[in-house]
């Protein structure tokens, strides 16, 4: 972007040279017009210099605001399903399922404390009464996904909505197990194309914008991701500047 702003302003003082030379050597009778057309000439160049410095301003503040709010709904997705895991052992890849869980499902909320008992086994063995310390764990009650996650809103009904971009478009959500040291571990991944996200801004930074890597402060690759169908872990692939991404 910067050499094409250096070739415009260079194009433009060289235009200007162009208006005193004209100014200087053509006849008078010519001279209105070269000027006038030289001058239209810079007038137009300007802007174009203007428009190549400030389009991608407000294409960073557009990307920034709809990052956010598709980000906001990823952490979302990504706490339903650490919960359906806790309670169930796994993840699920359908939308339906995960909000029927948040709406239906409870978490158990124990507390561990030790204690000392006889320990049979070795008082028999020793003919001394011999103790043992245990840990015993007390079920203290009961409390619903909803209420630990999303307390008194109900965002997780549309937190499967792309909130941010072209009209309509849902998340995409995988789910499976992946095998790790002989282990059957289970693993998700809810994403969506940037494409999607900045479907309607411009095309080349899009592109640009693509092609951001994983060392630059920001959102990496071509999809706002959390989780992954590769690894065992629940980060998102954005920098900390959005927010917490683990």
Do not use: C
Request: glycine share 6%; aromatic share 10%.
């Amino acid at each position: 972007m910067w050499t094409i702003i250096l070739i415009v302003i260079a194009v433009i003082l060289l235009t200007i040279g162009l208006v005193k030379l004209v100014d200087k050597f053509i006849p008078t009778k010519f001279k209105p017009i070269l000027i006038i057309a030289l001058w239209v000439l810079i007038a137009f160049l300007g802007y174009s210099t203007f428009k190549s410095i400030y389009n991608p301003i407000l294409f960073n503040q557009e990307k920034e605001k709809r990052y956010t709010a598709v980000i906001k709904n990823l952490v979302d997705i990504r706490n339903a399903e650490l919960a359906h895991r806790q309670v169930t052992g796994k993840f699920t890849d359908n939308f339906d399922n995960l909000v029927k869980f948040i709406e239906e499902a409870k978490f158990t909320i124990t507390q561990r404390r030790d204690s000392t008992v006889r320990d049979e086994v070795a008082s028999k063995q020793f003919g001394v009464d011999m103790t043992k310390d245990i840990v015993i764990t007390d079920t203290l009650g009961y409390v619903t996904i909803k209420d630990s996650l999303f307390k008194n809103s109900n965002r997780y009904k549309t937190m499967m909505n792309v909130p941010a971009g072209k009209p309509g478009e849902k998340f995409q959500l995988k789910a499976g197990f992946i095998e790790q040291d002989d282990l059957k571990i289970p693993v998700f991944e809810a994403s969506v194309k940037k494409d999607i996200v900045l479907y309607d801004l411009d095309k080349d930074l899009i592109i640009q914008e693509n092609q951001v890597p994983s060392s630059v402060v920001g959102v990496a690759g071509d999809a706002i991701t959390v989780g992954s169908m590769e690894e065992s872990t629940t980060n998102g692939n954005w920098s900390k500047t959005y927010g917490n991404n683990e």
